[in-house]
């Protein structure tokens, strides 16, 4: 587990409207580049936040992205 | 001989349409009655004339992002920002409706921060960085149409762990006591969040809150025994989802050995909401 590779990705979904974009068109490819794990990417890929928060994703982060937030 | 004329803490997810949407009926009046309560320790603050007001409350991964978390950071410069989210979720959509620019005490934040380095508090600095619903919904619920003196935002680093110690906010707020004394200005000081949610930061245990927990420091506030606060951990806070209490700590060091008054305790599942004021000589 990166607890910075996850939460940078994070903050970036939240503070960066075009690349969120691109990940909600397709996630695979926006973080193609990331240093992930298997399990942090299949999370992201499949847009889990409540599994990405268990990956070490800081709460406040995982409930306020915009269109991707955990309630 | 400047002086602390008011002191006060407080909650501060302070939108009735967040807690109707996640709490239904109760939500909305829990936070309507919050905020009256804060509205009127508002009005006290207004009456004393202050010269500034230092806002210490914690930043919600917004301001700093991870290439660097300090552990306590004053806000200098001559204003700040309110922060801007594009598609605002939660409790972030709280600022849309706040003005976006605020004065800030440039004086009395270089104080702070020199004297603390000179006094072994190595304090962050930062002259960008925005403030989030945790300085401004307190901040406007206090003044409503009222002007807002310039402020003295402090963040102290509550969630990204390893934390600051109860024990080392406590003594910052005691500088920060120190450095008021010394200046020529009446300075009202608020710490803002909590109280118990979020316990563990975990999604799954949204919803629960530690009323015992809770009640245990309005107990310890009240009777101003600030040394059982002290000693609490960084554990038990990140279990009873009182990590925000940090920033009460640094209160509780600048008016100890003060006593506190409840103004407002309100349970939700979500979060227990308070606002405490305390008795100043």
Not at chain 2, 52 to 81: K, Y
Request: charged letters at 20%; glycine letters at 6%; one cysteine or more.
């Amino acid at each position: 587990m990166s607890r910075y590779a996850v939460n940078s990705l994070l903050y970036q979904l939240k503070k960066d409207p075009a690349f969120r974009s691109r990940f909600i068109k397709d996630p695979a490819a926006a973080i193609a580049d990331l240093d992930l794990t298997d399990a942090e990417r299949a999370a992201f890929v499949a847009r889990d936040m409540r599994k990405i928060n268990e990956l070490g994703g800081y709460l406040h982060l995982v409930i306020s992205i915009p269109s991707l937030a955990a309630h | 001989m400047g002086k602390i004329v008011f002191a006060g803490a407080m909650s501060h997810v302070l939108d009735p349409d967040y807690y109707q949407r996640v709490c239904g009926d109760v939500g909305r009046q829990n936070t309507e009655e919050a905020m009256a309560a804060i509205a009127k320790m508002g009005e006290r603050f207004s009456a004393t004339k202050a010269d500034a007001l230092i806002v210490v409350a914690d930043d919600h991964l917004n301001a700093f992002s991870f290439n660097c978390v300090p552990a306590m950071c004053v806000r200098i410069g001559r204003q700040v920002q309110r922060m801007s989210q594009d598609h605002a979720e939660a409790f972030d959509a709280v600022l849309e409706h706040m003005p976006t620019t605020y004065p800030l005490h440039e004086a009395l934040g270089n104080a702070i921060l020199e004297q603390g380095m000179a006094a072994g508090f190595d304090l962050a600095l930062s002259w960008e960085a925005p403030v989030d619903h945790a300085f401004l919904a307190p901040v406007n619920t206090m003044h409503g149409t009222r002007p807002i003196p310039p402020l003295v935002p402090i963040w102290v680093n509550c969630f990204v762990a390893p934390q600051p110690s109860a024990r080392r906010c406590f003594a910052l707020g005691q500088h920060i006591a120190r450095v008021v004394a010394k200046s020529p200005w009446n300075v009202g000081i608020i710490a803002t969040g909590g109280l118990s949610h979020f316990p563990e930061l975990s999604v799954p245990r949204i919803g629960e809150t530690d009323t015992v927990f809770d009640q245990k420091l309005i107990h310890w506030m009240e009777r101003g025994e600030h040394e059982p606060l002290q000693e609490l951990t960084a554990d038990e806070l990140h279990k009873s989802g009182g990590h925000e209490f940090l920033n009460w700590m640094v209160l509780l060091g600048a008016v100890t050995p003060a006593r506190a008054d409840v103004r407002y305790f309100g349970e939700l599942r979500r979060i227990n909401l308070a606002a405490v004021e305390w008795r100043l000589a």
